[in-house]
């Protein structure tokens, strides 16, 4: 089954299917609403990496530098209470088995994206700052896309702050990752090597074949799952698939969330395109 042939199945989910599925920094071979903007969940951590990568790239921020792991933040909302974040929504508990101690900047920003850890995440963007995040959007060619605040700050939500991503943006936000549109050969593969070792493998992982390549992030809340991924075949050039859904066979319940069924159909389907993609 191609990707062409899921589109009945995907016109009647409930709620919003995006999908952006093409080669790696070229046109899309498929598209389905991927301008189509969605709550970001854990994909804005992907953006926030980059920032981290070109910051230590550029000499201002060190990689290797000691941050204490703390539970208090900033909240993007001017005169807001400052605010924390909740240990038993997070995905990662070593993150928070470590407060009061000082880790390295490049622990956490691997926590971030290998476990999707919350605390972890709240920690990097407090050291590189949203403006440095809106710049990596910026110089990826994002139109949509917009990292406004940390996650779990609800004064700034409440007031309309939000994060939000596209489909489109978030190709062409890995495939400048992966290009070297955003930093040096060095911090570029870096960066792959942390998306690679990404934990989360229920939504688009698991439609391809066992032992595949893919440089990926997931993102979940209720009534939201997303997968976006940089594919590496043995067997044909790579490709980017990033699927958003808002809908709500979301559930959070990882391999048993439809979404997530629907996620690994998407990618099986990607996976039989593989070899046309590059030519359409």
Known sequence: MTLADLEPELAAVPGTVSVWCGPLGGPPAYARLAGATHYAASTMKVAVLAALYRAAEAGTLA????????????????????????????????????????????????????????????LVLSHVGLPAVAEVWRLAGARHSVTARGIEDYAAREAGITNLVTAADLAALLAALATGGLAGPQASRAMLDVLFAQEHREDLAAGLPPGTRLAHKSGWVDGVRHGAAVVFPGDAPPYTLVVCTTTGLATGADRDDPACRLLARIAAASWADRRELASR
Do not use: H, K
């Not at 508990?93 to 880790?103: A, I, K, L, P």
């Open 63 to 122: 990689l290797d530098a000691p941050v204490t792991v703390r539970n208090d933040f900033a909240s993007a909302l001017p005169g807001a209470a400052r605010f924390g974040c909740d240990r038993d929504y997070d995905s990662d508990r070593e993150v928070w088995d470590r407060m009061g101690q000082s880790v390295p900047l490049r622990w956490l920003a691997e926590r971030m994206i290998v476990r999707s850890g919350n605390l972890a995440t709240n």
